[in-house]
């Protein structure tokens, strides 16, 4: 009886699973915070923050570079908040997190053993992997993309 209960106490069994449910968490997580700490205030300070942002590809100019942003981080992360055109979304803001992570922060601390003069890319390491596993595995069932 011990040993039973130890085993379902140990491997969680008596937990339902559920990829759909995982995939809402996922989504509700990243999506949210994206929002609300990263592209909610450079969309309603758009107008102050943008001659100030220096774009991390010289071939493309500032303004616009920081506009691409703005459409990555507040739009297409509420698009993944509500769960529709999930994959669309999280392609764009996994280049968006692949710049932030390669370019602005240098691939540290994976990558590289020297940190960029911008700090830890383990923020923008972590969103990448999130948006990437949205974007492959889709929003699943609890989701506006499937109604």
């Known amino acids: 009886m011990v040993l039973v209960l130890m085993k379902k106490l140990l491997t969680l069994s008596f937990l339902p699973t559920s990829v759909d449910f995982g995939l809402l968490l996922l989504r509700l997580s990243v999506g949210a915070t994206m929002l609300y700490v990263h592209g909610l205030n450079k969309l309603l300070q758009f107008q102050t923050l943008a001659p100030q942002f220096q774009s991390p590809i010289p071939q493309i100019p500032n303004q616009v570079a920081f506009g691409l942003m703005v459409f990555a981080e507040a739009i297409c992360a509420a698009l993944i908040f509500l769960g529709l055109m999930t994959r669309f979304a999280a392609l764009v803001l996994a280049i968006n997190m692949g710049v932030a992570f390669f370019m602005v922060h ?41 109604r």
Request: charged share 10%; net charge positive; glycine share 14%.
């Open 106 to 146: 240098q691939g540290y601390p994976i990558f590289s053993k020297v940190a960029p003069a911008a700090g830890s890319g383990e923020l923008a390491f972590l969103y990448l992997s999130g948006f990437l596993m949205l974007f492959f595995a889709g929003a699943g069932r609890f989701s506006l993309d499937r």
